[in-house]
Structure formats: C-alpha cells, structure tokens
C-alpha cells in the first residue's frame, strides 16, 4: 500500500468524538491506513460519561498481536487503559512483538466529562522509558510528576528525561493553547494558529492521533507536533457543537 499504517489502542466511544473511532478518523484525514484495537468499551455521548467496562492486557494485546505481525505499523497511539499496570504490560509486548516501534502515549486520566481513570503517578516512571512521545495537559503533567511544588512545565522538563513530552496548552493557567515539546536536548514552543477554536469532546484524542500519523508520513517530531497542532486548531473550529468534523 502507499499509505503507511499505524495503530491505535483506546476506548471505544459510542459518539465517535473521541478513543478509537476519532484516531481512525483522524489517521484516514492524514491518508495513513487506521489500526484499531479496543481497550475498554465505554458508555457516553460528547458531554455525559456514564460507564466503562476495561478489557484486559491479555485481550488488548491478543489484538494488537496480529495486526503487529501482518501490517507492521513502526508507530502506535495509546488512549485510556484501566491502570498502569495493565498500560505496562501492553506497552512491554507491543516492544516485544514489533521491534523498534515508537508509541505516542495520549495519558487519559479523566475525561472531559469528569470521569477520573487513574489516581497515582509513581508507577507510571516504569512506563515512560517505553515511550517515544507522552501528550500530557498542564493537570496532567503536574499529576504524573508527582511534585507538589513544581509547575506544569517543570514537570513536563522532568518526565522529558525518559521520552519526548509535548506539554499541551489547553488547560494552561496563563497561555491557552500554547504547547511546549520537551526533549532531551531542548525545547519547542508551539504558538495557537489564530482559528476561532470552540471546545470539543476528544481533542487531545484528535491532536496525538495527528501527531502519530504526521511521524508515520516521515515528518520530524517537531514539525511533527507542528502540523498536528494545525489540524487540531482546523478541527476545533470546525462546528460551534462539542462534536467536530475532519477533513
């Protein structure tokens, strides 16, 4: 195929505005071929969350297994899983049966509309050095430092010591929607584009699943996050509604 493939593991939202269905949208969009295995089966439209239902780290990787074999996609996207330890064991086979793969970790710990997923960060530092990219808001990145004292962006620096990070910007206290990417060697400030940009159910879903295909194209980290980045800003503003339109 001309189109590479890529892959993502997350929830399946019924309103198909975020998980599985919006990274499959979001990879057609890109003219890359979507990968989908379903990590938990999910009740909610694009403004209630009502109920999760978690699949295993056995089902989860019984089917990514043979999409690894057959397609061999070199990049996936992870959404919400249960908890860390099954996020560990996943992101350990995903390593062992496709070699070399770089995984962009979307870390999910509560949806937009309220539902907490995970609490405690000290086990996700077993997690980080299998990773190529980490997605994390402002709450977020503060909640997987695990520091009291630092801000947003000094732990967004500190995680950055076992992969890349791309601090987003959307729930930043003083810069809406200016993002960061950290890296080892240095840092990217990404300014917002400029679009009327309206709140959308699954966003951060939308801007990693952008990012996953953008590097899948041969496109750079940076410039990677760059174009992502204007995606997520043309989906943002493409309906006044929670629900948005790709093209």
């Known amino acids: 195929m001309e189109r590479p493939y890529v892959i993502s593991l997350a929830g399946l939202d019924p309103s198909g505005g ?12 890109h003219q890359t071929y979507g990968l989908g295995v ?19 780290a056995d089902r989860i990787i019984a089917q990514a297994a043979p999409l690894l074999e057959q397609y061999k996609p070199a990049y996936c996207k992870i959404g919400i899983v249960s908890g860390v330890p099954v996020l560990l064991e996943v992101v ?8 070399g793969i770089r995984i962009i970790l979307d870390p999910v710990l509560k949806a937009s509309a309220g539902f907490d997923f995970h609490t405690g960060a000290a ?18 990145a503060l ?14 620096a500190q995680l950055s010591r076992h992969c890349a990070v791309l601090l987003k910007g ?12 950290y890296t080892k060697e240095t840092e990217y400030l990404l300014r917002p584009g400029g679009r009327q940009a309206y709140a959308k159910h699954g966003s951060g879903c939308v801007l990693s699943a952008a990012i996953t295909a953008q590097l899948a194209l041969g496109h750079s980290l940076p ?21 948005g339109f790709h093209s």
Do not use: M
Request: aromatic content about 10%.
């Open 18 to 29: 975020a998980g599985l269905l919006a990274d499959i949208k979001t990879f057609e969009a």
């Open 38 to 56: 379903c990590t938990a089966l999910t009740v909610q439209t694009d403004s209630k969350f009502l109920s999760v239902d978690w699949l295993s």
């Open 92 to 99: 350990r086979a995903l390593h062992r049966l496709r070699p």
């Open 123 to 140: 086990a996700w530092q077993e997690v980080l050095p299998y990773l190529y990219l980490l997605t994390p808001n402002y709450d977020e």
């Open 143 to 156: 909640a997987l430092g695990n520091n009291p004292a630092q801000d947003g962006h000094e732990a967004a």
């Open 170 to 181: 959307g729930h930043h206290p003083g810069r809406k929607g200016w993002d960061v990417l």
């Open 223 to 243: 410039n990677a996050c760059i174009n992502g980045k204007a995606y997520t800003e043309k989906f943002l503003s493409s309906h006044p509604s929670l629900l």
